[in-house]
């Protein structure tokens, strides 16, 4: 006698099989996006203006080097709800350092090269080290491809 799954086999979840399964299952898709070079410049050039005219930005000479008791009596200073400092050093935080200032709410560091704008909309107040600000400033005009400008020193004749 023939069953019904005679030319199909035994298996009722193949895909030539009515309410069997697919042929090729779901894959995987990546959604998120680049945002491009010119809008994210523009984004931190509009974003430290406003902080700026807010007084909510300040530039410091230096981070490195800083406890993080130091940060927390600078953010209590402040009497910020949330800071957040960007340094240009590189090496930026030890991993005990790190551990330390997360479990203080309200106060991130972050280097020129993980710095986002969203990052800094986020905080109440940005505090940077001039390294950084320098640093920024560089990226900037590197992607708008301008150069940077080097004050030079006009020798009059005596």
Known sequence: ????????????????????????GKRPRDYGYDIDPITLITGFSA?????????????????QGVDVPALVEYKSRLTAESVLFVTGYAPG???????????HPGIDLLTTETVHP?????????????LAVRQLEEW??????????VEQTVDTPV
Do not use: W
Request: charged share 15%.
């Open 1 to 24: 006698s023939s069953g019904i799954n005679a030319e199909y086999g035994k298996d009722k979840r193949a895909p030539n099989c009515m309410f069997g399964g697919k042929v090729l």
């Open 47 to 63: 974003l430290c203006t406003t902080k700026l005219a807010q007084g909510d930005l300040s530039i410091v000479d230096t981070l």
């Open 93 to 103: 935080l030890t991993s005990s350092q790190n551990t330390e200032i997360c479990f």
């Open 118 to 130: 969203l990052a800094m909309i986020q905080h109440t107040v940005v505090v940077m080290d001039y």
């Open 140 to 149: 900037v005009l590197a992607i708008r491809g301008e150069h940077t400008v």
